[in-house]
């Protein structure tokens, strides 16, 4: 078989050679690794890790390492401060002290020194006998490390060298090892790493007492790490001013105890690659004697290391292509593999066949910094594992700078954006395009690899999926800054409501701009706001005026003409937010406001349906003083109207408010954080964005509606509430629901939607979920999805309500469901969930009859445009 | 009185009447009482010790079963020569918080109650449960079924468990509780989540569980929403913003590495790391698991016990082991292993007269009201009478405890923790 890749595009494009000499050379690595030293007992994992906090970007323009703090900062959570690393790959030559054809020829060894005494002997035996050294020098730290709080154990110190193997030395390493037909380039990357390892093995893994171990040692990528949060790392190495076109971020959660040297944190690296994880291997073992019988060893006893040395073997000593060094790791499977093409069917069957027993089995997600070094291109990539058990978002922005982020929350990647557009370096604080992967799939391959490569005007950022399609955006103008306070055109003002109808009518002002903003500039847009806040100034009926007209503004879906939709957001943002924080602390306005530092004036609400506006950015994200904790306080107080501005991830906004809230109404405006919405009884809680994993868990009763996506395990064991979502689900929406939960999800899940649904008969006040698989199109309509519904285990083993699927062209197949049934939609059927749809149009404005009914230009009957799914009784649930 | 009352009054009178006469009978053992773990002499002593509270006097072996294996191969080393104390000076309370933040609770007697749902067992055992924890000032747990209205006034010493399917928990079951379960994993079947056949969901279960009448229920094996440490964090922040006085359990089987789940519960936040053995378990959970999957609960005391030790986070996190914990002598040794105190479920059901004929999962199976929903067979138990029985067990429990750690010379069940030199293994 030929492992040639497909000539179409993308990924693997390029790939193309003998493979039997690939074959012959491979073997030919991995039997000179044969004379390497064997660690003591490779196969005991040094200690259980669990998730991690990861974000990763990549941008055609090299970026500071201070706008990964803030995104790093709102995941502390995901850490434990017992590990934290950074990769930074596409480096610039001058803060390097180097030349850039040192930077682009030369490895960066970096050798961390945990035993400071150990460096002469280290350099005398490992580095200066093989190694032209161009330029060394220790890495710059702060000097005392206390003076970074929180940080308990000393980093060691870390020297930089670049470095060239010596003529002499890779002859003799070729004769020795049998090597000698092998390209030089790739004997050099081959003696580098056999020296790192030898270095490690003999001051790392083999000593009671470590004394150094290499921390990375590939082209133009550089690692550091220290015991601590990955934000620490950039703080400690004075990394703010740093810049690299590539960045990964980690904080790990190591649960060994005592930790006093960061050899196990991430990123671990291969050759001219940096790895970082979140998850861990059921299968550690197995993928240890995998390794082991291609004499490959692992010397620091993590998944991590593991995932990293697999990575190299599949990319470097394989040479796969990254479509096909993919599936070696995470294979496509079940329905998934029976959608494949035939011609991919049968290589895929081929790598799965040799590779399954090296594929990390559980839940996983790797981000992965790697130098292509032949075509010096400079690559962010995000796998997820075929389950999608780790949580995983991407994001790509385009402006004066285009830049790709993968992160495993979506608050984390709008921090960083938000610190770049805070700085002025992008036009906006929302990525023009969020979404999932869906692992092991067949529509993305749960793989997007970011490319930072040389164009026509200087770098160019590509993004693609595993099989190479790339992701592209509109062309769109975005906003152009720095901004000026702009002038009042007085056309704008006068077409503005005043009094009588409209000026109630926050709906009927959005209906009449809307046509206007797809058509007119950023200039009309921003004048029109500057009407709002003006108008919010002006008095109570005018202030809840304004804020209804922005909310809608920035929550609806509309034509944005030619402007980037991103870049509207961010102006409604800040409007919004200049409203906000002009509402007076006083309690004698209809709208009041408190922060972090007014907390303690919280007090009983003094008018009637008063509104408490509380600026959640001080707040802290979790635990007895919380922002959520502070709405617990504020209901207690008796405020009925509780609005949340400047969230920053801020978790459990919804919970702890306890039984019957049903006159509660509270609005979350920014970037709420996870299990949002989770246990609310009786209250309207609407999120003017996103919303994150873990919404609405064990939701009783109430209103949830979210102007946006939803993440993993959305509603789990929820029990009720009328809930609204105008994007997608991740995977497993819904399982274990009970009782009566009605869920319209305008656009699609990934995976397991109600399994084990039980919520009783739906004709008797039983619950069910309607998707409607549409997704935004960049001109504003509601478009239908490639699938309405794309995974597996739909429905699966439910026992009670039912599945609506909007299907009109039938793509929903029983092969996608696993112990329910497809069944005719009836009069029944539509009488039951019209009401829903009608008030799913209220909210996002999705008409029933021109977006759900009409396809094609004509108008279905219900039952052509939607399908049931409905459970059967099953001899392993009687 | 109507004819079902009548049949009510009938049964209960027979079934009283039998558990105070089979531990005096003179003609050996009933037949079909009981198996090699849980002989049928245990199961009488246990009928014995509840109605008396005291230890038997009439020979019956009431300390070790025959399974050839795990407590039962384990003895008391000889205490010759070892300054006795005095029985009544003996304390046998233990910390259930040992954090220097949050409540203390603190309980008189190394022992609380196991999880057992409503629908798994009835709602008066369920209360008897419950009055007889509140009597003996511990602990039992609701199980994963839903909070039953009648077991909210004994809410101060009813731990709220929050399981795989979440069935019937709520804020106010989560703000009810000085103590929330998380339970991962159940030693009797791990991996296989919980199940309740369809038999036993009827119309009061399923309104109490929100879900479909006589249709199987299954928990699943993961919490789909944890599926690492970082995720139990997040979920443990989770209860704690609903009830942020609560303390933090954290129930697990015993996996290989089990040590390092337990080392990342402390680091998660919790107050107790609850480790749940294979040999115990209702009927319900299949043969095929019980005492097959995962490691023995002897063995798993000792690596987590002295992990914690080495990671120098012992004195902050209260180790309890469960699973098969029959008598008094069960809960001593496993202390000596390195627990702090166990969880004891099935003994409460033989209190109440469990006889062990393993028809848990039918719907009219158990004979005695325990383990079962249907409305005539669970009035077989009244709860005062329940409470009765279990406060009795558990006070002829302490005496024994008192007598082992007497003879040891120690003056605190704190100080057996960890002692298995006291501990000889018979061949």
Redesign the interface.
């Known amino acids: 078989m030929d492992l040639q890749a497909s000539e179409s595009s993308g990924v693997g494009r390029t790939y193309s050679c003998d493979t039997s000499e690939i074959a012959l050379t491979g073997q030919s690595i991995i039997d000179s690794r044969k004379r390497l030293p064997t660690p003591d007992s490779p196969f005991v994992k040094q200690?259980?890790?669990?998730?991690?906090?990861v974000v990763g970007l990549a941008c055609n323009i090299p970026l500071e390492g201070k706008y990964l703090l803030q995104s790093l900062v709102q995941m502390r959570?995901?850490?434990?401060g017992k590990g934290g690393g950074i990769a930074a790959l596409g480096l610039v030559p001058e803060q390097l002290g180097v030349t850039e054809k040192i930077l682009r020829e030369d490895y960066i060894l970096q050798v961390a020194y945990l035993d400071q005494s150990s460096r002469k002997q280290v350099e005398d035996e490992r580095i200066r006998p093989f190694f032209l050294v161009d330029h060394e020098s220790k890495v710059e730290a702060v000097d005392d490390y206390r003076s970074i709080s929180g940080l308990e154990v000393e980093p060691p110190e870390v020297y930089r060298y670049f470095v060239r193997v010596k003529a002499e030395v890779l002859d003799d390493f070729a004769k020795k090892c049998n090597l000698s037909s092998m390209k030089r380039n790739e004997l050099e990357d081959e003696f580098v790493y056999q020296n790192s390892y030898l270095l490690d093995h003999q001051y790392y893994s083999s000593l009671g007492e470590k004394k150094a171990f290499v921390v990375s040692h590939g082209k133009n990528l550089i690692v550091l790490k220290l015991v601590g949060y990955g934000d620490d790392v950039v703080k400690y190495y004075r990394l703010e001013d740093f810049k690299a076109h590539v960045w990964i971020g980690h904080h790990r959660?190591p649960?060994?105890?005592?930790v006093w040297h960061p050899g196990g944190a991430h990123p671990f690296v291969g050759l001219h690659e940096a790895l970082v994880h979140?998850?861990?291997f059921a299968n550690y073992h197995s993928i240890v004697e995998y390794l082991a019988q291609r004499n490959i060893h692992p010397l620091f006893l993590t998944d991590t290391e593991v995932s990293v040395l697999l990575f190299d073997l599949v990319s470097r000593i394989y040479k796969y292509p990254l479509e096909y060094l993919i599936e070696a790791l995470a294979p496509t499977t079940e329905r998934d593999f029976e959608m494949l093409p035939e011609q991919k069917k049968e290589i895929y069957g081929l790598i799965q066949t040799s590779h399954i027993h090296g594929s990390p089995d559980g839940?996983w997600f790797f981000i992965v910094a790697r130098n292509d070094v032949e075509k010096n291109a400079w690559q962010l990539l995000g796998i997820t594992d075929t389950s999608m058990?780790?949580p995983q978002v991407f994001a790509l922005q385009e402006g004066p700078v285009k830049i790709g982020i993968i992160a495993s929350e979506r608050q984390a990647i709008n921090a960083v954006l938000g610190r770049l557009q805070e700085d002025g370096r992008i036009p906006s604080r929302f990525a023009d395009s969020y979404w999932n992967a869906r692992g092991g799939s067949h529509t993305d391959g749960g793989a997007f690899l970011f490319t930072v490569r040389d164009g026509d005007h200087g770098k160019e950022l590509e993004c693609a999926d595993k099989f190479g399609r790339a992701i592209t955006l509109p062309e769109q103008d975005w906003l152009h800054g720095p901004r000026t306070d702009l002038a009042l055109n007085v056309s704008v003002a006068l077409q503005m409501p005043r009094k009588g109808s409209q000026a109630q009518d926050p709906l009927g002002f959005y209906e009449y701009v809307r046509p206007a903003l797809r058509d007119a500039g950023f200039q009309y847009a921003g004048e029109i706001l500057e009407e709002l806040k003006r108008l919010a100034l002006k008095g109570q009926e005018s202030r809840r005026f304004a804020i209804q007209s922005l909310s809608l503004l920035f929550d609806r879906i509309y034509d944005t003409g030619y402007k980037k939709r991103s870049s509207l957001l961010q102006l409604y943002h800040e409007a919004l937010n200049e409203v906000f924080s002009s509402v007076p602390v006083s309690n004698y306005d209809v709208y009041t406001r408190l922060d972090w530092r007014n907390r303690s004036r919280l007090a009983h609400p003094g008018l009637e349906s008063q509104v408490l506006v509380v600026d959640a950015l001080e707040f802290p994200v979790?635990?007895?003083e919380?922002a959520?904790?502070f709405v617990v306080d504020a209901h207690n107080q008796g405020w009925e109207n509780i609005l949340l501005y400047n969230l920053r991830g801020h978790?459990?906004i919804g919970?702890?408010?306890?039984?019957r809230t049903n006159s509660l109404k509270i609005d979350c405006y920014g970037d709420v954080g996870?299990?949002v919405a989770?246990?609310i009884?009786g209250c309207e809680l609407t999120i003017h964005g996103a919303a994150q994993?873990?919404a609405g868990?064990?939701l009783?009763f109430g209103k949830l509606v979210v102007h946006g996506d939803v993440g993993?395990?959305f509603m789990?064991?929820a029990?009720?509430g009328d809930v609204y979502v105008l994007g997608n689900a991740a995977g497993?929406p819904l399982?274990?629901a009970?009782?009566?939960p009605r869920v319209v999800i305008n656009g699609t899940c990934l995976d397991?939607l109600a399994?084990?649904f039980?919520?009783?008969?739906p004709y008797n006040g039983g619950g069910f979920v309607v998707v409607n698989g549409l997704k935004p199109s960049f001109d504003g309509r509601f478009i239908e999805q490639e699938y309405p519904y794309p995974g597996g285990n739909l429905f699966s083993?439910a026992?009670?309500g039912a599945i609506f699927i909007r299907d009109p062209h039938r793509k929903v197949s029983s092969d996608q469901l696993n112990g329910g049934r497809l069944a005719d939609f009836t009069l029944k059927d539509w009488e039951l969930i019209r009401p829903y749809l009608e008030e799913n149009a209220k909210v996002f404005g999705i008409s029933v009859e021109k977006d759900l009914l009409t396809v094609d230009r004509r108008l279905l009957d219900p039952s052509q445009a939607y399908r049931k799914i409905e459970p059967i009784?099953l001899q392993?649930?009687? | 009185m109507g004819s079902l009352e009548l049949i009510v009054e009938k049964h209960t009178e027979r079934i009283h009447h039998g558990l105070e006469v089979l531990p005096t009978l003179k003609h050996g053992l009933p037949a079909g009482l009981g198996n090699k773990r849980w002989t049928g002499e245990l199961i009488l002593a246990t009928y014995e010790q509840a109605l008396t509270g005291e230890l038997p006097m009439n020979g019956l072996e009431y300390k070790t079963g025959n399974s050839g294996g795990g407590f039962d191969v384990l003895g008391w080393k000889s205490h010759d020569g070892v300054a006795k104390v005095d029985e009544d000076q003996v304390d046998l309370s233990i910390s259930l918080n040992k954090r220097g933040e949050g409540k203390k609770i603190e309980i008189p007697l190394p022992i609380y109650g196991g999880g057992m749902s409503f629908g798994s067992i009835s709602l008066n055992f369920m209360i008897a449960r419950a009055r007889a924890a509140k009597k003996l000032e511990t602990y039992t747990s609701t199980g994963e079924g839903g909070y039953p209205d009648q077991i909210v006034p004994y809410r101060d010493h009813v731990i709220t468990q929050v399981a795989?399917?979440?069935?019937g928990?709520?804020?106010?079951t989560?703000?009810y509780a000085p103590i929330v379960e998380f339970k991962y994993a159940q030693g009797a079947k791990p991996g296989l989540g919980g199940h309740l056949l369809?038999d036993k969901v009827t119309s009061e279960v399923a309104k109490m569980?929100?879900?479909?009448m006589f249709?199987?229920?299954?928990?699943?094996f993961p919490?789909?929403?944890v599926?690492?440490?970082?995720?139990?964090?997040?979920h443990v922040?989770?209860i704690?913003?609903?009830?942020?006085r609560a303390l933090i359990s954290v129930k697990v089987s015993t996996p290989t590495?089990v040590d390092?789940?337990a080392?990342?519960s402390y680091?998660a936040g919790a107050n107790i790391i609850h480790i749940d053995g294979g040999y115990g378990g209702t009927g319900a959970a299949p043969e095929i698991a019980k005492k097959n999957i995962a490691m023995p609960v002897e063995y798993a005391i000792p690596k987590v016990h002295e992990y914690l030790v080495s990671?120098?986070?012992r004195d902050k996190i209260t180790l309890i082991a469960s699973g098969g914990i029959r008598t008094a002598d069960d809960v001593a040794k496993a202390i000596a292993l390195g627990a702090d105190g166990c969880v004891v479920a099935t003994a409460e059901a033989v209190a109440v007269g469990c006889t062990h004929c393993g028809n848990c999962e039918r719907g009219r199976g158990c004979q005695v009201g325990i383990t079962t929903t249907d409305p005539e067979l669970s009035q077989f138990i009244d709860p005062a009478w329940g409470e009765k029985r279990i406060v009795n067990l558990f006070n002829a429990w302490s005496k024994r405890l008192r007598i082992i750690l007497a003879e040891f010379g120690l003056a605190s069940v704190r100080e057996l923790r960890g002692r298995k030199d006291l501990l000889v293994r018979y061949k």
């Open positions: 200690g259980a890790e669990g998730g991690c906090g959570n995901r850490g434990n959660y649960t060994k105890g005592r979140n998850g861990d839940p058990l780790r979790d635990g007895d919380s959520a904790r978790r459990f919970s702890g408010l306890g039984p996870d299990y989770s246990g009884d994993d873990q868990q064990i009783k993993q395990a789990y064991a029990k009720g497993r399982i274990n009970v009782g009566r397991y399994e084990s039980m919520a009783g008969d083993l026992s009670g009784s392993e649930l009687a | 795989t399917g979440m069935f928990v709520r804020e106010e989560i703000q369809a569980r929100e879900s479909s249709t199987s229920l299954y928990s699943p919490f789909h929403s599926y690492s440490v970082e995720d139990h964090k997040k922040d989770w704690k913003t609903v009830n942020p590495d390092m789940v080392i990342g680091y990671e120098g986070v």
